[in-house]
Nanobody, 128 residues
Framework: QVQLVESGGGLVQAGGSLRLSCAASGRTFINSAMGWFRQAPGKEREFVAGITWSGGSTSYGDSVKGRFTISRDNAKNMVYLQMNSLKPEDTAVYYC?????????????????????WGQGTQVTVSS
């Protein structure tokens, strides 16, 4: 069982930066790949970034490559999403997710149905 709580969202101007944090509890966190997704009104949930249990491999959605960076600190049970050069189209609710079903997975799951634990989400709004 993994519980996830996101923080760090807010309002920022285009070109600015935000850092999202995801605090995880539960003993399976350290074994789990983690991901960030986002969902804007009227749109499907979109894969933003993911990281393997060890942090050795990461993956990014095409729209955020080169601007966002995912990282994790297993000693602190934390996952982070550093977002730079933000654009108005990055506006969405951002969700942290854990893939608790496949421990020690060496691949970053890229679809939302591969994750079985979700946080409540944090709003990110980028003004133009």
């Amino acid at each position: 069982q993994v519980q996830l709580v996101e923080s760090g969202g807010g309002l920022v101007q285009a070109g600015g930066s935000l850092r999202l944090s995801c605090a995880a509890s539960g003993r399976t966190f350290i074994n789990s790949a983690m991901g960030w997704f986002r969902q804007a009104p009227g749109k499907e949930r979109e894969f933003v970034a993911g990281i393997t249990w060890s942090g050795g491999s990461t993956s990014y959605g095409d729209s955020v490559k080169g601007r966002f960076t995912i990282s994790r600190d297993n000693a602190k049970n934390m996952v982070y999403l550093q977002m730079n050069s933000l654009k108005p189209e990055d506006t969405a609710v951002y969700y942290c997710a854990a893939d608790g079903a496949k421990p020690f997975n060496r691949r970053v799951p890229g679809h939302y149905n591969e994750y079985n634990y979700w946080g409540q989400g944090t709003q990110v709004t980028v003004s133009s």
